[in-house]
């Protein structure tokens, strides 16, 4: 337990430990940037001096992933948001990214922080957002919370952005098992313009297979959930002697994967984001699997990450 000077890109650093776990969460954000179990990074963050690429462990919301020109309609009434992803003309990943977190809670292996989101002429809705960050027996959790403070409806959806991996092995030689039907098609824009479903084609990752030369930046739906209501995806070595796992409860409907092909060198791909998301791509724009928050209500979901030696 502990914090750092603020001098960081990204802030205060609150380290966390438990049984034999690391995880370092940070101030701008709100995520998380390093987290270790066993001695084993398997969260692929980033430096305390880092300003954090690639999104790397950042909460998405008010949405996650990207809005076509920004433009949505909710309510009857239509609103613009700032393109924040320029050069393809969108906005993307919400409104939180940047914004500090404040602690309201801390324990040696726990921290809960929160930040208030004031309504903007993009997203006029007041929301309070709260993440409880902790690391223990099952690995690391994030439990989520979003409440709408203001007096009208408001539209809602959460992702998140963590890198995975297996420390010294190739992304090419790690084995992915992602428990999802379909994939959205998407144009130029990586904004969806269909939906196909996954059997017997190269993103069907329902079995475990490894990865090889797949790029993927993609959005899966269909979410096979396990009896316990958890969807589970996994990254393994080939004979499945060390795993990665992680895991999104029933509030989270859809998986990104990302395996970093964009992404500078030496980060092009060095591991994959695996991304729990409430809801798909343009979701604002088509209503998909939106959260519509009542005034004062609060919604919840959960994720994680643990390794499996």
Known sequence: MGTSPSASPSGTQWHLSADGQEAVVVEVGGGLRAYSAAGESIVDGYELDELCPGCAGQVLAPWPNRIRDGKYSFAGSSYQLALTEPTRHNAIHG?????????????????????????????????????????????????????NLGDHPAPFGLGTHPYVQLPGVPLADTVLRLPAQSRLLVDARLLPIGAAKVAGTEYDFTEPRRIGSA???????????????????????????RAVEVWADGSFHWWQAFTGDTLAEPRRRRSVAIEPMTCPPDALRSGRDVVVLQPEETWRGEWGIRGVW
């Open 95 to 147: 409104l939180a990214c940047w914004l500090r977190w404040s602690c309201v809670d801390l324990a040696a292996s726990s921290v809960t922080l929160q930040c208030d989101l004031p309504p903007t002429p993009g997203y006029p809705w007041p929301l309070r957002l709260r993440t409880a960050w902790s690391i223990g027996a099952d690995g690391l959790t994030a439990a989520h919370e979003a409440t």
């Open 215 to 241: 790029v993927l930046d993609s959005a899966f739906g269909d979410v096979i959930h396990d009896g316990d209501g958890r969807s589970v995806a996994r990254l393994s070595t080939v004979d499945d002697s």
